[in-house]
């Protein structure tokens, strides 16, 4: 499997594949998503965690539209960096989005309101 993987150099077969791929991709530059990665994780353990409130998922999503502007307005240093913060907030979105149409407690989390 470990050759199979480094076999394949998974780049983009067309040059309109590369657009695709890159077309949300900002200007690079120097700056870093650190900050923005930690906002996000503190506040899904704040407000999307085991303890729920529909105030409390509401606020966290418009946070997560927030972060997801600040990056618009970044020149990340790195290209994985900035992937990995827009594929964290997609799925911090959807589980946001479904804990807030679960209104009742279920397994281990539970619904306060």
Do not use: N
């Amino acid at each position: 499997a470990a050759k199979y993987a480094a076999a394949d150099a998974c780049a983009p077969e067309t040059e309109k594949s590369a657009e695709r791929a890159l077309r949300d991709y900002p200007a690079a530059g120097e700056d870093s998503l650190r900050d923005l990665r930690d906002e996000l994780r503190d506040l899904m353990w704040k407000d999307v965690s085991v303890i729920r409130t529909e105030a409390g998922l509401r606020e966290a999503l418009g946070k997560i539209k927030e972060i997801q502007t600040a990056m618009a307005h970044r020149c990340p240093a790195s290209l994985v960096e900035w992937v990995e913060l827009r594929d964290l907030c997609f799925t911090a979105e959807s589980v946001a989005r479904a804990a807030l149409k679960r209104k009742e407690s279920l397994g281990a989390h539970y619904r306060v309101d």
